[in-house]
């Protein structure tokens, strides 16, 4: 267990603090293919009402992306993201009290986001695919999440995986970072994903969360996201057969304990009730001055 320093974000809502407790964002999928769900959130009433779930259970963030990044996936035009994504996004925006996070790797998409009420960046490509990202985050002064990915959702799965992963990892992080940083985001705007599933082995995931310690040495916050993952459910398998994402609750609880009591400052998951008891303990774990008192 290592000890968390604590960042201040500044969103145009407020201000959130990182460190003080492990903040859980929920994720909300608005495509017709996600692994997660199987595009159960497609429909707009469904995806607003998922996402209200999330808040009255006690998420502090919500993640909404409207491209699927799944392994083997193959991308969709801009028109067609912010086709799935502003009819829901101007709505939800007006009733939801908590802030939301675009997922996109489009700099149009981005600014088309906030200007339906997101505060929040989260580019899974680092901004390897559209650097322009950078420059809306830094216009609109608002977080950036960079992930490292190898490769792109289309190949991403089959390999080849690199052979040092923390140095693969650290290195592309420290070149999206540079590119944010260039583009005039303020660094402490920027929070650090180091892409659990995207382009790493089943072992490699593990691997990762292990050395979640020496990613926290970059000195930016992290957010890890291990929810529902394939290397779960090729550990969970059965017969064969992997087991089907909702069946990976508790493996996935197990990598978001760990995740915390390794320094991650933020869990991105989608069963968000279930999390938020297994951050409570965690950060009790971590943190004795949240213990509870006889």
Not at 26 to 32: D, F, H, I, M, S
Not at 87 to 94: I, Y
Not at 142 to 148: A, D, E, F, R, S
Not at 183 to 191: E, L, R, T
Request: charged share 25%; glycine share 10%; net charge positive.
């Amino acid at each position: 267990m290592i000890p968390r320093k604590k960042f201040l974000l500044k969103l145009r809502s407020g201000s959130l603090l990182l460190g003080e407790r492990t903040l859980v964002m929920g994720v909300l999928n608005v495509t017709p293919d996600s692994f997660s769900d199987g595009g159960k959130f497609y429909a707009q009433e469904n995806a607003i009402g998922h996402a209200l779930q999330m808040e009255r259970s006690g998420a502090d963030l919500i993640d909404i992306g409207a491209e699927s990044t799944r392994p083997g996936s193959q991308g969709i035009s801009a028109d067609e993201e912010l086709k799935r994504l502003l009819p829901m996004l101007g709505g939800l925006h007006r009733l939801l009290k908590i802030p939301i996070s675009i997922d996109t790797q489009k700099a149009e998409i981005a600014e088309a986001a906030l200007e339906a009420g997101a505060q929040i960046i989260n580019d899974i490509s680092g901004l390897k695919c559209d650097s322009r990202i950078a420059e809306v985050a830094a216009r609109h002064r608002v977080p950036l999440i960079l992930m490292h990915m190898r490769g792109e959702p289309r190949t991403m799965q089959v390999g080849p995986f690199a052979r040092d992963l923390l140095k693969d990892v650290i290195q592309g992080l420290r070149k999206s970072v540079a590119a944010a940083l260039r583009a005039g985001v303020m660094k402490s705007q920027i929070i650090l994903d180091p892409g659990i599933g995207f382009g790493k082995s089943f072992a490699q995931n593990y691997e990762l969360v292990q050395k979640l310690p020496q990613l926290t040495k970059l000195g930016y916050p992290l957010l890890v996201g291990t929810s529902r993952k394939g290397f779960l459910g090729a550990t969970l398998a059965r017969g064969g057969k992997p087991a089907p994402p909702e069946e990976r609750i508790w493996g996935t609880a197990a990598t978001v304990t760990a995740s915390i009591l390794h320094g991650a400052h933020i869990v991105r998951v989608h069963d968000v009730a279930e999390m938020i008891q297994v951050a409570r303990v965690a950060d009790c774990l971590l943190d004795p001055g949240q213990r509870p008192k006889n």
